[in-house]
């Protein structure tokens, strides 16, 4: 029977349809890089729980700047770090784009926690609460305020917190499983 081909058709039922849809939707989940699988994971979750993050830390950063009446720049480290990983947590990516979504919203939680403190001071001041305070000081005064008394070493920590939310709102690779194979064999071929 050499030189004939027979073809045949293999039918499925819906459980293995149904098994081959699902195993192509995971498939698309993820990027081959070389011989790397690379997830692309959620950037809306990333975003979201980035964003939420962000905004958390930095009303516990403005509670404990107004409690203790000093910044305390490690502060900055500690939201980078948070926003890092929940945007890690919440996208599951292991592309760049994971880190730079970690970076932007840890700066921006910086920004706002530096805000908010402002508005803290401020209605702490006029013993008022923070939302009456928002009537005696419109955000471009905040804002002004922010930047008159920015240094340096706040520059610094905005960039730390930047780089922290950067490198941990990426998924690590998984390490890959090395096996011993045996070499290939090449086969008899027979005159």
Same mark, same amino acid.
Request: proline content about 6%; overall charge negative.
């Given at each position: ?34 011989? #790397? ?5 959620? #950037? ?56 730079? #979504? ?35 000081? %419109? %955000? ?11 240094? %340096? ?18 998924? %690590? ?19």
């Amino acid at each position: 029977m050499e030189g004939q081909h027979t073809n045949t058709e293999t039918t499925s039922t819906p459980e293995q349809e149904s098994t081959v849809s699902h195993s192509y939707i995971a498939a698309n989940d993820q990027q081959m890089v070389g011989n #790397i699988a690379v997830n692309q994971g959620s #950037i809306a979750k990333a975003v979201i729980l980035g964003l939420l993050a962000s905004v958390g830390s930095a009303v516990i950063w403005a509670l404990i700047t107004v409690a203790t009446e000093y910044q305390i720049g490690y502060m900055a480290l500690a939201l980078g770090f948070a926003v890092g990983f929940a945007v890690r947590f919440g996208g599951k990516g292991q592309t760049p784009i994971f880190g730079v #979504i970690g970076a932007i919203l840890a700066v921006l939680g910086c920004f706002l926690g530096n805000y908010f403190s402002v508005l803290g001071f401020i209605a702490k001041q006029l013993e008022v609460g923070v939302f009456q305070a928002l009537q005696y000081a %419109p %955000p471009n005064l905040v804002v002004e305020t922010i930047f008159d008394t920015a240094g %340096p070493i706040d520059l610094l920590f905005y960039a730390l917190a930047g780089y922290e939310g950067f490198k941990f709102g990426i998924m %690590p690779q998984p390490e890959p499983d090395l096996v011993e194979v045996d070499p290939p064999v090449a086969p008899n071929s027979q005159p």
